[in-house]
């Protein structure tokens, strides 16, 4: 008898046992891909070398080509279209060398930039502000924090300073104060902040982000000191616990995502002229779910859905229906099955790139990526990579020509994912079986179907009966085709034969009720196709049994 698969499409089925997943689903991937209905292998994340200062690696963000490094309360920069330069120095910036995180946000340059007055006669109620006299404008900056140091601004060209605190902050054409903080949303003109304290949310000025809000008088001055008048008096606050998250969520009310680990919540700015408070909005919490993000870098939208890290898991929901269930009874992460099971989370990351929702957290494996395909709506597989640890936070740097993807991990190492040597590969496609309690497999033959081989190496495949590990058999694989830049319609060039058969002979394995196959290459090479054949056997009762039925026929005979 038969058994083949073809089709990988459905993407990775942990939820069931694997005798019962669907012709085009697996059981198990390791660092590949089936975007395209074959199975391709990844290649490795390699360190960049580039950046030599030791110290700690607090965090970084993308700036267009260019990515900004914190590391030891210092930052450094390189410009990725010039991949032969090396990371430089932004001068004047320093930070806390000994924070475990440093925050980043870039801002547009200020677009309202006149000075906020009260009405004359406002009295208490101090609802409106008229804009009157000109002010200067703040520029594009990148906006730095750690939650204990006067935050930083990074410029356009890649200087530092210190912004200005409440006291410098006054009431003619110096109008810049940012108060300590962490977390960072910049969001229709506004700047949101976790304070120092991880409760509170402050807020800017809307169109001045990096001028926060204050009391002010009928004059437009401030109050005399930031205790009476700073951003801390007109904070706003959510929950009990701390603040894990800020972060954008696509609602038309201007609403954006804010998290604790045990709560979620979306939080509405309300811009009723009665109810602005020095000219700018009070908000409104709207509970989602008992279910919150780790941190700041493991919040991602993908498909109009928000997909997030949780303490207990990977969770996601649809912010304009505010579906008030936590993600783990959505279909969403039902596939993954015990990828994740009793594992508490602390660090984790997610980022989509290349059209793949990446999240970085601890496996039953180890720490890993699994990864998830935005295009056919499905899990993929898992990532390991030997020698890497858990990634705290992904970046994306778009080049005139490329995209690339850079991780800092927890082993404190900068990489760039896939730009290596190609990873090891696997894939479990699941087990076959009659169903029928009275009848055993019994594999002679397995064949697979390799094409567009780039690399020469070896394809393992290991014979699984009833689950146990029985016969590992080997073949060498041999490239039948050259990496070419542009193909000429409608195969490209190469007169190569493009498709490859091995063929393994397990004739002397055991039979079992249940066979499965692990496969495993570590060359550039894609997997199109699986089968076997098979001979269907009466089920061999155990050694017991077997006893039983031999004293039961001597008796028959004597």
Known sequence: ?????????????????????????????????????????????????????????????????????????????????????????????????????????????????????????????????????????????????????????????????????????????????????????????????????????????????????????????????????????????????????????????GGFYVSTARNSYAVIPDFTPSELIFGEPIFANQFLFNSGTTNNFSFSETNGDYAFISQNGIRSFNAIEFFKNEGVNSPFSKKLGPILQGIFQTTTATKVFDNYLLISAMTIYGPGIIIYDTLTDSFVGLDLYPGVGLVKQFFEVITATEKLLFFIDDTNKLYQAFSGLTASAGIYIGDWTSNDPGKDYKVEQFRLVFSNVLETGDVDVTLFVDKNSQLVLSKELKQNAIEEDLLSVPFGTSNAKKVTTLSYDFGRAKRGWRVGFYISWDIDAKLSSVSMSTTEEKTINSDSEQAREYNRLLENLR
Not at 50 to 65: F, H, P, R, Y
Not at 223 to 233: H, I, K, R, S, V
Request: net charge negative; with cysteine.
């Open 1 to 253: 008898m038969d058994k083949f698969q073809s089709s990988f499409v459905g993407g990775l089925n942990q939820q069931v046992d694997s005798i019962r997943i669907a012709d085009n689903e697996y059981a198990f991937l390791l660092n590949a891909r089936n975007r395209f209905d074959d199975i391709r292998p990844v290649k490795l994340p390699q360190e960049v070398a580039d950046l030599v200062i030791a110290g700690l690696k607090q965090g970084g963000i993308e700036v267009g080509s260019t990515l900004v490094l914190f590391v030891a309360g210092q930052a450094f920069y390189k410009d990725f279209n010039f991949p032969a330069s090396v990371f430089q120095i932004v001068p004047g910036f320093a930070l806390a060398p000994e924070a475990s995180t440093i925050w980043a946000e870039a801002v547009s340059a200020s677009y309202i930039n006149s000075k906020r007055e009260l009405p004359t006669g406002d009295g208490d109620s101090k609802t409106n502000v008229m804009l009157l006299t000109d002010i200067n404008s703040s520029p594009q900056t990148v906006v730095c924090q750690d939650g204990v140091s006067q935050p930083q601004a990074i410029s356009s060209n890649f200087l530092g300073r210190s912004l200005q605190k409440y006291e410098q902050w006054t009431d003619n054409d110096i109008r810049e104060y940012v108060p300590v903080g962490r977390q960072m949303l910049y969001q229709d003109g506004i700047l949101y902040m976790v304070g120092a304290d991880r409760k509170s949310v402050f807020h800017s000025i809307t169109g001045r982000p990096l001028d926060f809000m204050v009391k002010i008088s009928e004059d437009g001055d401030k109050l005399n000191t930031e205790e009476l008048g700073g951003a801390g008096t007109v904070a706003h606050r959510v929950d009990f616990d701390d603040i894990t998250c800020l972060a954008h969520l696509n609602l038309e009310n």
